[in-house]
């Protein structure tokens, strides 16, 4: 039989000039148009390790890693071997009525890390894993009730949005799950108020929280498993961003010496090619749910147990462990924490750093003297945590860092790098970000003329 061809490289090359039409005709055309108004449609063409590189051939620092997906660089050539080697196997991939060897290695040694829980479940993702969680808790319990925090962000399917609190995901989405309220985060008043009704099933709490790397007390999550064990309510802590090394630690929650009761994983368990999750959890729980061979599929996901996946998560676990990136994360986060840091009593628009590991929020706030005030007024009349565009967009387009704001309405820019960046890279963060903010204190100036422009857009878009 005679195909046409498919190499993809050939594909992409014959096709790359129209990237952003077809995304306008087949797929997202609003999400095109952002990347135009802000000037990010350069059309990356390589990734390599902590570097993208455009269409131009320019090299740019990768401070988003596709959320955390790509915590040991993208196109890992420990990772990319491992794939091949399946790609080159026979092996019987999803039989189904059968059960995995590389499901059960990789189980084996995620377990191996996280030594007080017992069992795993294989997902695609970090929601399927929040919807796994939400219902092995209400199975194991008998309960309806999940606890959140306000600020919170676990997913964007039905369950997971029930547990996100911006309302800009939820808008529109209304009902949903329900059961399912929030609570004040680092508010363990609040927390023992809604468990001392004794029908919650499981508290969700991200150790930090993504949308404004929000960070716990010291008393938080310790007080939160404490009063969940005493209420019967489940611990579940949300690691889908925060685990595998990015704080400097295996898990998050090792910071604080809490073992919850289950650990959701994603993002970097892929290696940034295969999508995967998984939901470690206590035999207790996992028994309740799995508790006669009738219920032996009574919960599933068809491409959960992939060939390709498991050898992706298998091949992340070595390097992570073979390069020591949990501990290179540790460092180079504080270094680079202490030098932005630094910055913080020279400028009266920065705030705080804040952080942990290499999940870094720089965060933004009003100004004192008459001369800046004026001039935020104008951006957060327009549009709440605009303001955080005047430094993201410049670091993109003069200094090639690749960045995001922390949340929708944040004044927060988190920095969530690969846990590959080195001592340079640190500097070149340092720097670019101590010359993107002294000109934002500069009224009038170059980034005030960008921020005029994103007010004549937003005013637009209102209109």
């Known amino acids: 039989m005679q195909y046409p061809n498919l190499d993809a490289s050939e594909i992409f090359a014959n096709r790359e000039g129209q990237r952003s039409a077809m995304h306008s005709r087949y797929l997202n055309e609003q999400l095109v148009k952002v990347l135009k108004t802000i000037g990010y449609d350069v059309g990356f063409q ?11 051939g320019a090299r740019y620092l990768d401070l988003l890693s596709g959320f955390g997906v790509f915590a040991i660089g993208r196109n890992h050539p420990v990772l990319r071997q491992t794939l091949k080697s399946v790609l080159d196997s026979d092996f019987p991939n999803l039989v189904q009525l059968d059960v995995s060897t590389l499901a059960g290695v990789l189980a084996e040694r995620l377990l191996e890390h996280v030594p007080y829980l017992d069992k795993v479940f294989f997902a695609n993702s970090g929601a399927e894993c929040v919807e796994a969680a939400i219902k092995f808790a209400r199975g194991a319990t008998g309960r309806p009730g999940i606890i959140h925090c306000e600020h919170s962000f676990h997913g964007l399917t039905y369950g997971g949005l029930s547990l996100t609190g911006d ?30 009704t004794r029908k919650i099933a499981a508290f969700i709490v991200e150790p930090i929280q993504g949308k404004g790397v929000n960070m716990p007390s010291d008393e938080f999550l310790p007080g939160a498993a404490a009063l969940c064990k005493r209420y019967g309510t489940l611990f579940v802590a949300d690691e889908i961003q925060t685990g595998l090394g990015r704080t400097g630690r295996f898990l998050a929650v090792e910071h604080w010496n809490v073992e919850p009761d289950m ?27 799995f508790n006669r061979m009738d219920r032996a599929v009574v919960h599933g996901s068809t491409f959960g147990k992939n060939d390709l996946a498991m050898a992706a998560g298998i091949a992340t676990l070595e390097v992570l462990k073979a390069e020591k990136l949990v501990e290179a994360a540790a460092k180079r986060g504080a270094e680079l924490r202490l030098a932005l840091n630094s910055l913080v009593p020279g400028y009266e628009m920065l705030k705080e750093v804040r952080g942990k590991g290499l999940m870094i929020g720089v965060e933004f706030g009003p100004p004192q003297s008459l001369r800046l005030k004026a001039s935020w007024a104008m951006l957060e009349t327009a549009n709440k945590g605009l303001f955080c565009q005047l430094i993201t967009v410049p670091l993109f387009k003069d200094h090639k860092i690749l960045t995001q704001v922390a949340g929708h309405a944040s004044h927060t820019v988190k920095l969530l790098p690969p846990l590959t960046i080195t001592e340079d890279d640190c500097k070149w963060i340092a720097s670019s970000f101590d010359q993107v903010i002294a000109d934002s204190h500069k009224v009038p100036g170059a980034i005030w003329s960008l921020g005029k422009t994103l007010v004549d857009n937003a005013v637009r878009k209102s209109a």
């Open 46 to 56: 390589r990734g390599e390790g902590q570097y993208l590189f455009d269409r131009e």
């Open 263 to 289: 650990v959701l994983l994603s993002k970097a368990l892929s290696g940034g090619h295969v999508p995967v999750g998984a939901v470690l959890t206590r035999k207790s729980i996992f028994e309740k749910i």
């Open 167 to 196: 309302p800009n995901f939820r808008t529109g989405f209304e009902p949903l799950l329900p059961g399912c309220s929030a609570i004040p985060f680092n508010d363990l008043e609040a927390l023992e108020k809604a468990l001392s």
